[in-house]
């Protein structure tokens, strides 16, 4: 599938990308040439696929709750950085 430049030029923009003019027919001739390649997957049969996210099995790894002691408030701030009446001190983030 042929791409021309001004394709390539509108996609750059709706992505918000700053493209070199000088590479923009060298991004046309690379972007047809995926295009084609997508194309070829077409021609695939895939009658009785299903459908999935992923190419593999995906699962995820839970565990149980379990509660556990909380330490104690000094042992918490006891390498903290910057500390005052109990708590940590962090940098200001919101203005």
């Known amino acids: 599938m042929k791409i021309s430049r001004e394709e390539v030029i ?5 992505a918000r990308l ?10 046309a001739v ?6 084609e390649y997508v194309d070829t997957l077409e021609n695939v049969d895939t009658k009785g696929v299903r ?7 995906m699962t995820n790894a839970f565990r149980e709750d379990e ?8 042992s918490a701030l006891a390498n903290a950085p910057d500390k005052a009446d ?3 001190i962090v ?3 919101v203005g």
């Not at 509108?10 to 709706?14: G, R, S, Y």
């Not at 690379?30 to 295009?35: A, K, R, S």
């Not at 459908?51 to 099995?57: E, N």
């Open 67 to 74: 509660e556990k002691q909380l330490s104690n408030r000094d």
């Open 10 to 14: 509108h996609v750059a923009d709706l």
């Open 86 to 88: 109990g708590n940590f």
């Open 30 to 35: 690379q972007l047809g040439t995926i295009l």
């Open 51 to 57: 459908p999935t996210s992923h190419a593999i099995s």
């Open 18 to 27: 700053d493209v070199d003019k000088e590479l923009i027919d060298k991004f």
């Open 91 to 93: 940098p200001k983030v």
